[in-house]
């Protein structure tokens, strides 16, 4: 790997409005500008040696620039014109900003950390169609923390099963369902008769209660397919969609989410997020895969349980996760943020101080292993979620509520 004095830029100033801007923490024995510099080569106009066919003019335009290096972490700049957003988009500002880099022989390690794009970039890109605001206007909800649900057992429940679970679920009074990140067409749940049976289930609440639900149908599936089942479930009912944005791709999210004939909202899973985000010392941060989420469309995105839940700790990135889903350094509608994962009602009291009231709160088996069954976890949750957005203690708030009181005796 040769090191080049040529992608070092020290101390220079770079146009951020012309250039892709990352932040790479690197783990090496070798000098840290080598390091900074092999990124900034490889992910630009160099490769492992030099050659004869890179010109001054071609190096000029388009080189990376390590344009700083505090300790461990490099930033490193790539001017605009090297991405390509009408052909390529997401997958190849990946290819670039986390690309071969994690390959390179002489790191030990390299996590990307965050990235920041230029506004002729992030105006290519829509945003969410609906985002909170949407998600709170159908579900006449405007303030409260959205709680809600992922139907359990996560496979093997037929469309029947499916429906009579979020039956129960409207009837406690969630406001959210979801398939499991597993869930498919599998032959015990093919995806059209569970959302026809789901549908049916949230009218039936609807007609009985006035409440509204929505359910969240996974159309995770190959590239050239994904916007017809998407289409197809919106035809047979569905209230919204879901896709795993690991696995089926930011672009899967941004095609349903730009297609002007789906018109519902879209929940983001992240599912394998953590074969790369969990590392902290190689791969990405989920800061980077949220700010994407939230340019391709996705309405409402796992970001994580603030040190709650049953997945690892990782508050500190939960609340920069939650902070690319809303802040105003991105200039599209606000991505509800979800948190789930290990959740059940006597966590929500934590969880709220933490992230505040504008969340989605969901819980599979904080709901399914309620001992007074689903509804009674439905109710809990939702008693749980009123005391969190009250401020009433839930010691207080639970001598009044049973499904509430139960569930803290279960789970503490
Ligand atoms: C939660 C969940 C979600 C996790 C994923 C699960 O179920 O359905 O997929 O939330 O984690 O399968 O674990 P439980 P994250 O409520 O039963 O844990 O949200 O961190 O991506
Ligand atoms: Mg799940």
């Not at 390509?84 to 900003?97: A, F, T």
Request: aromatic fraction near 6%; include cysteine; charged fraction near 25%.
């Amino acid at each position: 790997m040769e090191y080049s004095e040529k992608y070092l830029h020290l101390g220079e100033r770079v146009d951020p409005d012309a250039n892709v801007i990352c932040i790479y923490k690197i783990t090496t024995d070798l000098d840290i500008k080598l390091a900074a510099a092999a990124i900034a080569t490889e992910q630009s106009t160099g490769t492992w040696t030099s050659i004869s066919t890179l010109n001054d003019e071609i190096f000029e335009k388009y080189h990376g620039r390590v344009i700083d290096i505090q300790g461990n972490v490099a930033t490193i700049a790539y001017p605009e014109d090297i991405f390509s957003l009408d052909i390529g988009g997401v997958p190849q500002i990946l290819s670039v900003v986390a690309g071969n880099l994690f390959g390179l022989e002489g790191l030990k390690g390299v996590r990307l950390e965050d990235v920041e794009f230029p506004h002729s970039m992030l105006r290519e890109f829509k945003g969410p169609k609906f985002g909170i605001p949407g998600l709170r206007k159908i579900l006449k909800r405007p303030e409260k923390p959205l709680v809600g649900t992922i139907v359990k057992p996560k496979i093997g429940l037929p469309p029947k099963g499916m429906a009579d679970f979020i039956y129960e679920a409207g009837m406690g009074g969630l406001t959210n369902g979801k398939d499991d990140e597993t869930l498919s067409n599998q032959r015990f749940c093919p995806l059209e008769d569970r959302v026809v049976a789901i549908a049916e289930a949230i009218d039936r609440v609807k007609a009985e209660t006035g409440h509204v639900m929505i359910h969240a149908i996974n159309v995770s599936t190959r590239g050239d397919q994904i916007l017809e089942v998407a289409e197809r479930a919106q035809e047979l009912g569905a209230s919204e969609l879901m896709v795993d944005v690991i696995t089926c791709g930011f672009a899967a999210v941004q095609v349903l989410a730009e297609d002007p004939s789906i018109k519902l909202p879209i929940h983001v899973h992240r599912t394998m997020h953590g074969a790369i985000t969990r590392n902290k010392d190689l791969g990405v941060s989920m800061v980077v895969f949220a700010k994407l989420v939230r340019m391709c469309g996705g309405d409402a995105l796992h970001v994580g349980t603030f040190g709650v839940g049953k997945m690892k700790d990782s508050s500190a990135e939960d609340l920069a996760n939650q902070r690319a889903c809303v802040g105003p350094e991105l200039p599209y509608e606000k991505v509800m943020p979800v948190c789930s994962g290990g959740m059940h009602p006597a966590l929500i009291e934590p969880l709220v101080k933490i992230t505040g009231t504008n969340v989605q709160i969901q819980a599979g088996g904080g709901v399914a292993g309620h001992p007074g069954g689903v509804r009674s976890g439905a109710r809990a949750m939702v008693q749980a979620v009123e005391a969190a957005y009250q401020g009433i203690p839930f010691s207080e708030y639970s001598k009044s509520h049973q499904e509430f009181r139960e569930a803290i005796n279960k789970w503490g």
